[in-house]
């Protein structure tokens, strides 16, 4: 079945303690995205890729920083983690051999930071 | 400053009507429209697209409209059906941005009565 799967689904942590989303999609698409979601202001891009080693900001990258050392792996990591990154967050991808395509999203992680 | 704006958080229809949510942008530049449903606890999921070279596009029961000249477009959906309700974003994109990252709209909550 074609997915995008993130994990954990919820997570509650402290001010500072570093972690690590991780988002994987067994559809080979090179192009990989998170979001985050938060009260009235709708979906927002944090940073996204293009391809393995290929990573850029999107519009509200700080506090945040991915990797993609593998085509079908996307990580969000949170260095130290803020109460203002208390969010819901939902990692997508698409193909890039159509431009105009749909973006498959994952299932969502609630992140709690205290 | 908000590119994509849905102006209404929430809509009401009774069952079997017709629902109308509209989506606004400012953006020039986009070119290529996304409608995505999202139900709770779930990831957003794709619904329906258009292009900027078209003003009508459909798929059963949802249609959209694209006023270029107005910036605006809008997501019909008839007959409304209970599994209807769920939060429904607008997204654009500018297809030659290099970025493919989706810009949302805040989302309208549609809820379909019995």
């Known amino acids: 079945e074609a997915q995008v799967t993130q994990n954990p689904r919820y997570l509650i942590t402290v001010t500072g303690k570093k972690l690590t989303v991780t988002c994987s999609q067994n559809?080979?698409?090179?192009?990989m995205s998170w979001y985050r979601q938060d009260p009235g202001l709708g979906l927002r891009q944090i940073y996204y890729?293009?391809?393995?080693?290929?990573?850029d900001k999107g519009d509200v990258p700080e506090g945040y920083k991915v990797s993609r050392k593998e085509k079908r792996n996307f990580p969000l990591i949170l260095e130290s983690p803020s109460p203002n990154q208390t969010s819901l967050y939902f990692c997508?991808?698409?193909?890039?051999?159509?431009?105009?395509?749909?973006?498959?999203f994952g299932p969502g992680t609630r992140l709690t930071v205290l | 400053d908000q590119q994509v704006k849905q102006n209404s958080p929430s809509l009401s229809v009774q069952e079997g009507r017709i629902s109308i949510l509209n989506c606004d942008y400012t953006?020039?530049?986009?070119?290529?429209f996304l409608w995505y449903k999202k139900y709770p606890a779930e990831g957003p999921t794709f619904l329906i697209s258009?292009?900027?070279?078209?003003d009508k596009n459909e798929d059963g029961r949802f249609t959209v409209f694209l006023n270029k000249s107005a910036k605006h477009l809008s997501l019909h959906i008839v007959p409304s059906q209970p599994g209807d309700s769920a939060v429904y974003f607008c997204?654009?994109?500018?297809?030659?941005?290099?970025?493919?990252?989706?810009?949302f709209g805040k989302g309208t909550h549609l809820i379909i009565q019995p």
């Open positions: 997204a654009a994109l500018h297809s030659g941005g290099g970025a493919d990252g989706l810009t």
């Open positions: 997508a991808s698409s193909s890039r051999t159509n431009s105009y395509n749909e973006q498959f």
């Open positions: 258009i292009s900027s070279i078209k």
């Open positions: 559809m080979n698409h090179e192009y």
């Open positions: 890729s293009m391809n393995v080693e290929v990573t």
């Open positions: 953006n020039s530049m986009f070119d290529y």
